[in-house]
Each structure stands twice: as structure tokens, then as C-alpha cells.
T-cell receptor
């Protein structure tokens, strides 16, 4: 059974810091991995999607890497801003269209101004 | 990007009543949709997979008679919480895959059962 773990559970940093969020999964046979952002009481916003054949994806100040063989992914946020404060969720897909996602518990990020 | 909507965004009901939540893919068709439940400060728990034209597939431990799912068309899935009780109060989120491995999530529905 696939299990996804995120570390740390919570993180508080001053504005401007670079930070790394970690995600690990137990079964390396994944189709892809997604990082999501969730604001309180809201749905999920997809940040980055990494296919199993890829090593990393970048979008603006965000960079996500994937090491499938070791079952790890990291989300790097550069020059953090108070607006980055949210819960960040990592999820792995077990297959293509119609296959479910397995989520980690999330990392609650607070960026202090 | 693809858009998934949910209605209502929040609902308050009395214990014993049934509540229907709709999930729509607005600009694409989805033969499969997913329903999640999220407790405060916890991650998403997959409840069931909604399949257009066939029965939903429920995750272990989810009561299919309590959480009725109907995938009425290629753009609409509904979740009905029957005989709701306070312990059913939660945040319910749906998602729909647009293409292989990419899912889009609705904004969620906050259910409060009094």
C-alpha cells in the first residue's frame, strides 16, 4: 500500500528565506507526483506536476524535484513571501487517467513579514 | 486551466436530513471523478471514485449506503450524504482528471450538521 509522508508538519520562517519541503513515498512505482497548495477553507491549487520520467519542474519561485528510485520529492520555494503562507500537499498518482491520488498529510507554512 | 465547480460551497442542515453536493467539470468531460473528505488540519481522505455509467467504487471503511454517489453525466457527479449526523460534518472536495495523471479540484463544500 502506497504511503506518502511529508516533513516537516509545520514550518515558520521570516520573509525572504529560501525553504525546502520534503515528501517521501513508499512505492516507487508512481505515474507522477503533484504538489498542491491549499489555503484555509479552500480547495486545492496545483503548483507543479512531475512525471515519473522527469527529475524536476520549475514555476516562478517554485522548483520541485523527484527522485523516484529513493521515493523522495522536494519543493523548493525561493525568496518566500507572506502570501506563500498556506498548507502544501504532496500527492502521487498510481496510474494514468482515472487513477486516484495518494496524499501526504501536508506541511503548514507560515511566512512572517 | 480546467475548472471544476462545487455547489453548494457551504451547507448547514439538521441531523437526520439528507444533503446533496454537486461537482461539475465546466470545460471538459470526465468519465471519472473523485470524492474526498477532509477533517480540520488533516489531509484529504479519498472516499470514492465516481464512474459515469456505472457504480461508484468506495474506499475501505466508507459506507456506500450513507454516501450515495451518482455520476449523472460526463460533467456532473453528485454526493448525497443521507441521514446526516454531526459526525458527518466535514469539508468535502471533488476532483476530476482532465488528462492522464492530472486532476483538477473543486473549491470544496463545508457541511455542518447540527
Amino acid at each position: 500500500k502506497q504511503e506518502v509522508t511529508q516533513i516537516p508538519a509545520a514550518l515558520s520562517v521570516p520573509e525572504g528565506e529560501n525553504l525546502v519541503l520534503n515528501c517521501s513515498f513508499t512505492d516507487s512505482a508512481i505515474y507522477n507526483l503533484q504538489w498542491f497548495r491549499q489555503d484555509p477553507g479552500k480547495g486545492l491549487t496545483s503548483l507543479l506536476l512531475i512525471q515519473s520520467s522527469q527529475r524536476e519542474q520549475t514555476s516562478g519561485r517554485l522548483n520541485a524535484s523527484l527522485d523516484k528510485s529513493s521515493g523522495r520529492s522536494t519543493l523548493y520555494i525561493a525568496a518566500s513571501q507572506p502570501g506563500d503562507s498556506a498548507t502544501y500537499l504532496c500527492a502521487v498518482s498510481l496510474g494514468g487517467y482515472g487513477n486516484k491520488l495518494v496524499f501526504g498529510a501536508g506541511t503548514i507554512l507560515r511566512v512572517k513579514s | 486551466g480546467a475548472v471544476v465547480s462545487q455547489h453548494p460551497s457551504w451547507v448547514i442542515c439538521k441531523s437526520g436530513t439528507s444533503v446533496k453536493i454537486e461537482c461539475r467539470s465546466l470545460d471538459f468531460q470526465a468519465t471519472t471523478m473523485f470524492w474526498y473528505r477532509q477533517f480540520p488540519k488533516q489531509s484529504l481522505m479519498l472516499m470514492a471514485t465516481s464512474n459515469e455509467g456505472s457504480k461508484a467504487t468506495y474506499e475501505q471503511g466508507v459506507e456506500k449506503d450513507k454516501f450515495l454517489i451518482n455520476h449523472a453525466s460526463l460533467t456532473l457527479s453528485t454526493l448525497t450524504v443521507t441521514s446526516a449526523h454531526p459526525e458527518d460534518s466535514s469539508f468535502y472536495i471533488c476532483s476530476a482528471p482532465q488528462r492522464e495523471g492530472v486532476q483538477y479540484f473543486g473549491p470544496g463544500t463545508r457541511l455542518t450538521v447540527l
